[in-house]
């Protein structure tokens, strides 16, 4: 029969406590503008999913009543009301195309090039042989 007797086995991983200072250290660095949060996230020592929840837990998301479209959910304060639902805007006509025009860079070589409109396909077949 085998048992384990090794303390270091028994023992396993440890979940680590974070202070509310470092918590607000982190959210703090997290919230400049571009910053990656992953970045400091890693440069901290802790899991970016962990910096997201903290950021999330700071800034009372948690405290919010969700509004429906359906009906609406009355709020202690006004703030928490959620934004109302993307509203399409309609955008005038654009004119007609009468030609393609496609400009092309690889490597120190630049090309410009205008097609017509009725020949799509053999712009789209030229520029798959150019790029090969």
Same mark, same amino acid.
């Given at each position: 029969?085998?048992?384990?007797?090794?303390?270091?086995?028994?023992?396993?991983?440890?979940?680590?406590?974070?202070?509310?200072?470092?918590? =607000? @250290?982190?959210?703090?660095?997290?919230? @400049?503008?571009?910053?990656? $949060?992953? #970045?400091?996230?890693? #440069?901290?020592?802790?899991?970016?999913?962990?910096?997201?929840?903290? $950021?999330?837990?700071?800034?009372?998301?948690?405290?919010?009543?969700?509004?429906?479209?359906?009906?609406?959910v009355e709020t202690a304060s006004p703030k928490l009301a959620l934004?109302?639902?993307? =509203?399409?805007?309609?955008?005038?006509?654009?004119?007609?195309?009468?030609?393609?025009?496609?400009?092309?860079?690889?490597?120190?070589? #630049?090309?410009?090039?205008?097609?017509?409109?009725?020949? *799509?396909?053999?712009? #789209? *077949?030229?520029?798959r042989e150019l790029l090969r």
């Open positions: 029969m085998n048992t384990i007797s090794e303390p270091s086995i028994l023992i396993g991983r440890r979940r680590r406590k974070h202070s509310d200072e470092f918590k =607000v @250290q982190v959210v703090a660095a997290c919230s @400049q503008p571009g910053v990656s $949060i992953a #970045a400091v996230s890693m #440069a901290h020592g802790v899991n970016a999913n962990l910096a997201r929840r903290w $950021i999330f837990d700071a800034s009372g998301a948690r405290d919010r009543v969700p509004v429906q479209e359906d009906r609406a934004p109302p639902p993307f =509203v399409p805007a309609s955008l005038p006509p654009s004119p007609p195309l009468s030609e393609i025009r496609v400009e092309l860079r690889r490597g120190a070589m #630049a090309i410009s090039v205008t097609w017509p409109v009725g020949a *799509a396909s053999e712009c #789209a *077949a030229w520029m």
